[in-house]
C-alpha cells in the first residue's frame, strides 16, 4: 500500500509538474501575440539589435520560470506531509507553482542580464535552466517550511 502512494504521488507530482510548465509557456506565448499581433509577424520580420537583447531576456524569463514551476510542483508535491487529503497536496501544489514561477523568471532575468560578450548562448541557458531549478527547489521547500507544518 505504501508504494502504491508513492508512485501516485510522483506520477502526480511530475503530471502537475509539466502542466504548469505548460501554462508559464503558454503565457509567454500569449505576450508575445499580443506585442506584435500574432505570431506570424513575430517570425516574419527583421528583428534589431535591441529587439534581440528583449527577446533573449523574454526566453530566458521564460524558460527560468518554466523550470522553476517544474521543480517545485514536483517537489511539493512530493514532499506534502502523508496525511494530507487529496485537497491539501493540490493547494500545495499551486502554492509552489505560483512562486516558482515567481521565483524562477526573476532569476532567468537577471541571469540574461549577464554580459553578451562572456556569455555565450549555451552557457546563459545552461545558468538559466540550473537557476530555474534550484529557485524551484528553494520554492518547494521554503513552503513546506513555513505554510505546509
Known sequence: MR???WIIRVVLGIVLG???AFIVE???IGF???AFGSLDDYLNRKHGREEMWL???GMSTMFAGATATMAASFLAVLIAPTHYPDRLVVRSWAMAATLGALAGAGVGGFASLLHRRY???D???TLVLTCGVLAG???AVFLRLRVNR
Open 18 to 20: 509539466w502542466g504548469a
Open 32 to 34: 508575445v501575440v499580443l
Open 26 to 28: 503558454v503565457l509567454h
Open 55 to 57: 527577446q533573449s531576456l
Open 119 to 121: 556569455l555565450g548562448v
Open 137 to 139: 527547489i528553494a520554492s
Open 123 to 125: 552557457w546563459t541557458m
Open 3 to 5: 508504494l502504491k502512494f
